[in-house]
């Protein structure tokens, strides 16, 4: 399975932007990628996912790289309720079901 | 809220115990997933059904057995319970048969083994 790369760590003032990076070098054309987070003491929660264009939801928006060997989650202005792990997950291609989280990031917002 | 319902939210037993944890998934949705996530091991998937059909399984033991029924709840059994197996076990789950798309996620149940 194709595997991420994310930093352990990140802090961001509140009301600022968040730019969260994500390696994935050895990504198959028909993975996607996705990101979750998880905030303290609940479960994960579905942030963003795409394929090779950039996407924008009501939560964040997500930069691939054209070569899609990296990606960035960015969190427009971060609050509070920001604070959690983010995790980047790519989703083997057809026929694969399971999303493998590693370890993600741990985002911290500073008021 | 995200309409996925786990019971028991907390649960301690001991070695060598069985216990059942149960998962409702949102309305609608057929496929329901089953994740471990311990301090060392972080999320694990183990094994998703849909529509009652078992459709990949993951890095489950096999002290540990799950199913889905007709009325599309899943049941995940534990058994012959060790410590290690202290966990929290999330169920999730999504409207099609992958999660190319959004998984939803009930708060999880806590499992204790003393």
């Known amino acids: 399975d194709a595997k991420t790369t994310q930093p352990n760590s990140m802090e961001s003032n509140e009301e600022e932007p968040v730019h969260l990076p994500c390696n994935h070098s050895t990504i198959s054309g028909t993975d996607y990628i996705h990101w979750y987070r998880q905030l303290p003491s609940q479960g994960p929660e579905y942030v963003i996912h795409g394929l090779t264009s950039n996407v924008n939801n009501r939560m964040a928006s997500l930069a691939i790289a054209e070569d899609r060997k990296s990606s960035t989650l960015i969190l427009h202005r971060a609050t509070l309720r920001d604070a959690a792990v983010y995790y980047c997950?790519?989703?083997?291609?057809?026929?694969?079901?399971?999303?493998?989280f590693g370890k993600g990031t741990k985002l911290s917002v500073i008021p | 809220d995200s309409g996925v319902t786990q019971t028991p939210k907390h649960l301690i037993t001991a070695t060598g115990q069985r216990v059942t944890l149960r998962c409702s998934p949102r309305s609608g949705d057929l496929s329901v997933y089953w994740y471990q996530q311990s301090l060392d091991q972080g999320l694990q998937f183990l094994i998703q059904y849909y529509n009652g059909e078992e459709r990949a399984k993951g890095n489950i033991l096999e002290r540990f057995s799950a199913q889905q029924f007709p009325d599309l709840h899943s049941e995940l059994n534990l058994s012959s319970l060790e410590l290690g197996d202290s966990a929290l076990y999330f169920c999730?789950?999504?409207?099609?048969?992958?999660?190319?798309?959004?998984?939803?996620f009930g708060e999880g149940s806590r499992l204790t083994v003393l």
């Open positions: 999730a789950s999504s409207e099609g048969g992958g999660p190319r798309g959004e998984l939803f």
């Open positions: 997950i790519l989703e083997a291609g057809a026929g694969s079901y399971q999303l493998t």
